[in-house]
């Protein structure tokens, strides 16, 4: 097992759990040790419900053999966390009982302690191998006391019946948690005893006209909603199949909670819960926060309660009626499925409703990145980050290759990786920014004997970042003629969404001497007013602009009016996409440069003087 199968615990013990699992499941462990992590499992507070869990998903992982080795060191694991439970188990219980009178009432104190001493009478007969109390003679009179209580409460012979039916059971519980215990199968005994304790502390609080659910079962269930809950999805998917599951997000559920508060949040809840009750579901489940999932037949039902789901929903909050909409996604029933439907909810960025095939697609993307991510590692570590560089073609008084721009490709087992093949991954690394700081050395090195001018693309990650910040001020302070034909290209959804941090980092770095590009010019919502304030060189048209743009009329247009605006702000201009001789023809004279596989395509070396472009 790994370490993110008992993440779900949240107990801050995960070291110890760790070598609890590698104790437990090894046939050379002694039973002394198996004892004294009984004991630490108490101590740490480690709910013992939970750890049977933990354990049950351990068994999954086992042969025959290991699972019958598990099994023999459970009991001997149990025997030692009962000898930390069982002494001060009743003294606690009292302390519980007596010290809150929210929980019971002083009136009816008598039959709660005539249950504590039969209790704790058990509890000596384990320990210290005392008479064992008759268990059936507490029966008959708590149901003479129940008879004899009154009132609109115990008037309710539901209740009445609630109260004699856990009565049976928690003594029911003590006689079968005792043919456990002498079997000496200490393990089962404490599942039996921990049901037993929650059904005497459930009788507490039923005598207190309070109901708790059972600690037991409640790992099952959401208590604000009573609906089954993730680890009961996590139980159906071993045996339900043929199903889809639907996970569903309230839209703006976060807002409800801070505007006006948990309680109308958790109204709202309820009143999901209670619509998907009427559904013609297989089952329902509340997950955490907002999120529920719905098991259903078919896809077509999945998109007919989702659909029905978002007109059905509307509440009052402070005296205004709220129409409530959801989003979420749905695929077939099975392993990670649930898992597959979050993700795809995560990166959704809110839409209505996603497929399985949308779900099958976003999945693979992201395996594919959590692969290319462990290469990278080792492409940073066996430095074959490889500099490539594209010409950039100066038209008017130039007419030859006047600039290079900078692209980074990798090399991994003798094969040479473009972006498209790894930048998400790499964006979305811990080390993204040490790709970035080794092109920017390679680059200067390139560069430092050769006067021709070069460009390099940077992210907001990368401006952001302190460290590649003081590392292109080490190579400017190294190399400060070098630096001068240096321009770093931004791009402009980058710089409208982030824009004073891009326009600090611009004027901080122009004192050097280092020229600015915006590049994709066109791509995104082209805010003239903004890109006007932000002192730029150059701006760099998009493709989406220059590809067909000798015959589109209206991209021509497009260009025009761009080529305008830059003239009037002095700031020159780059095509991008140059990539056949007519796009270079019509282009020529127009824009202050040109780039695209017409003129060349990058390579790891630069143009040699025999090209024509040169």
Known sequence: MKRKDFEWMDMGHEDFLEELLAAISQSTTQDVLLEEMGAE????????????????????????????TLQKNEHILAKGYLK????????????????????????????????????????????????LPDITQKIEPFIEYINQKAGIYFDDE????????????????ASLALEFYNREEYFYFVLIYIEMIALFLKMVTLLGSMFVEDILLSIYVDPTTLLPNRFQLLKDVKTLNNLVILIINIKGFSKINLLHGYETGDL????????????????????????FAILTHSEAEAEAIFKQLNRAISMKIADVDYHIYFYGAYDSFKKLSLEACELALVNSHKKDLINTDEIQTLVEKYRHELTMVQKLKEVMISDTIIPYYQPIYGCG????????????????????LEPKDFLSALLGA???????????????????????NFSINLTTTDIKDKGVKLFLETLIAKYPETSKRLTIEILETEALSEFELINNFINYFKKCGIKFALDDFGSGYSNFAQIAKLNIDFIKIDASIIKDIAHDTKMQKLLEAILSFAKSMEIE?????VHNKETFEYLDGKVSMMQGYYIGKPQPILLSKNNPFV
């Open 430 to 452: 811990p080390f993204y920014t040490e790709f970035t700081k080794t092109i920017l050395y390679k680059s200067f090195e390139t560069f430092k004997d050769n006067e021709c």
């Open 158 to 173: 539901d209740v009445k019946n609630n109260f004699l039916t856990t009565n049976k059971e928690l003594y029911h519980s």
């Open 84 to 131: 930390k439970r069982l002494p001060q188990e009743v003294k606690l219980l009292k302390l519980g009982i007596h010290n809150n009178p929210n929980l019971i009432t002083r009136k009816d104190l008598g039959i709660i302690d005539d249950m504590l001493i039969w209790l704790e009478e058990l509890l000596s007969h384990i320990l210290h191998q005392t008479t």
């Open 573 to 577: 201009t780059i095509a991008e996409y």
């Open 41 to 68: 499992v108490y101590n740490n507070a480690i709910t013992f419900s939970q750890l049977a869990i933990l354990l049950d998903k351990l068994s999954y992982e086992l042969t025959l053999d290991e699972k019958r």
């Open 397 to 416: 008084n130039f007419n030859r290759v006047i600039k290079y721009e900078v692209l980074m490709r990798v090399e991994y087992k003798k094969q040479i």
């Open 268 to 291: 709202l809840l309820k009143k999901v819960a209670a619509f998907l009750k009427l559904q013609e579901s297989v089952k329902n489940y509340r997950i955490y926060g907002d999120e």
